[in-house]
């Protein structure tokens, strides 16, 4: 069954550094999504992407973030300057229309920023 | 008022219990319902979608929505160890651009 992937799986960064979180959503999926989910509190919503550009985003998602669908595959998060309170789990989740408005979530990436 | 709201639990049962597990919601633009499953550090997992009102049954889980209470609700029927997770509640509006979750309700069935 075709799933969400993410990588890296843990990613340990200094504060003030860039970091790029990357995904590939299953293949015929055209929406695409970014939550994050800060430890044992809700899954937040973060910016939603739909034909090279941003459809929606969240007040969470200022200056420091951006969004990217490089390739046909890759759709990344970047966070340019990284604060401690960036520490949390980041999903990637995509989109068919086709077989229902639903979406389904990769694995998450833990960052950690020290 | 939060946009969504979840009684994060702990939710303790027996096993082969019936589970219900709820949410409410204030904006009255949401249309379609969703139920996740999210074990510790995973992602979450879709269970269960509806759209509008209504129920909505597979195999031992029931979805129902009632629109007019702005009240969701997923029912486990027969539930097992293997069922003790997170249950998360999720909601968009007729665009899709955004999802909003509730909290999350832990759920331990015991054997």
């Known amino acids: 069954e075709p799933e969400v992937t993410q990588t890296p799986s843990h990613q340990v960064t200094q504060m003030g550094q860039e970091v790029i979180l990357r995904c590939v959503p299953i293949s015929n999926h055209l929406y695409f999504y970014w939550y994050r989910q800060i430890l044992g509190q809700k899954v937040e919503f973060l910016v939603s992407f739909y034909n090279n550009e941003i459809s929606e985003k969240s007040e969470i998602f200022d200056d420091q973030f951006s969004v990217e669908r490089p390739d046909g595959s890759n759709f990344t998060l970047k966070i340019r300057s990284t604060k401690l309170e960036d520490s949390a789990m980041y999903f990637c989740?995509?989109?068919?229309?086709?077989?229902?408005?639903?979406?389904?979530f990769g694995p998450g990436t833990r960052l950690t920023v020290l | 008022q939060k946009e969504v709201e979840q009684d994060p639990g702990p939710l303790s049962v027996p096993e082969g219990a019936i589970v219900s597990l709820n949410c409410t919601y204030s904006n009255s633009a949401f249309q379609y319902f969703m139920w996740y499953r999210q074990y510790s550090r995973k992602g979450p997992e879709l269970l269960m979608y509806?759209?509008?009102?209504g129920n909505k049954e597979d195999g031992r889980f029931t979805a129902q929505v009632d629109k007019s209470s702005k009240y969701i609700s997923l029912f486990i029927r027969d539930s097992q160890p293997s069922d003790s997770a997170t249950y998360l509640c999720a909601m968009s509006a007729n665009n899709f651009n955004k999802f909003y979750f509730g909290s999350g309700t832990k759920l331990n069935v015991k054997p």
């Open positions: 509806t759209y509008s009102s």
């Open positions: 989740a995509s989109r068919d229309t086709s077989g229902g408005d639903t979406q389904y």
